[in-house]
């Protein structure tokens, strides 16, 4: 377990601030402990979401997008400006057989598509269902289990100290992983800032060589993270007359 914890993450190349250290596998294995614990008491949220990928061979726009989020796979996300505003998707695993609901704003019709079709993938690296906070985190362990199956791979970690995102603190870690040695790891490099007030992540951004050279790849910020709001049924039904399916 303790080698599995100290191989999860990856990093992104940076220049290393003042107070940059070498981690320790004990150290480490405290970072994701606490970071499991976080998830594993996590029931619902309500956060500000920032995304921007790399994607198709170009850097996509950068996005904002409210989201309220309920265990394990209720999705309502709403996008705000500067692009695809007033776009809404909402995903409950136990209804619409299994389908996104999607209204790509005023006027248009609303679509039932597969979250991991060709529709809703496009623009996108992940399906929407990769994106809240237990995928995430599950992406990280995967790429930690290749690590651990082959002894010759190795990673390196770095802490990185405290630093402030969305006005918040969060206590940052960067991370190496030889992808080019073993391709099915996640990223070559990541960077992972965990908030101190939620033990969640509050900023990954993360890079991999895509069309022939190392680019960044995926940059995903959480702001405003609210827990275990109380978050009912009603935010997840198509007829709330809040939303615009």
Known sequence: MKRLAVFWLLGIVLAAPAGAREMSEAAFDRVISDMQTATARLRDATYLFHKQEYVDGRQQPAQRIAVKYR??????????EPVHAG???L???TGNRGRLRVSPGRWLPTLDLDPRGRLAMRGNRHSVLELPFPAII?????????IRANPALRARITDLGRQTHYGETAHCYHLQLPKAQEPRLYAAEVLLCVSLRTGLPLRIRSKDVEDGQLRQVEDYGYENVQLNVGLGDRDFDPDNPAYGF
């Open 71 to 80: 265990a394990p796979y209720d999705i309502y996300m709403k996008w705000l």
């Open 87 to 89: 776009r809404e998707l």
């Open 138 to 146: 599950k992406n990280f362990t995967d790429s930690a289990a290749l």
């Open 91 to 93: 995903y409950r695993a």
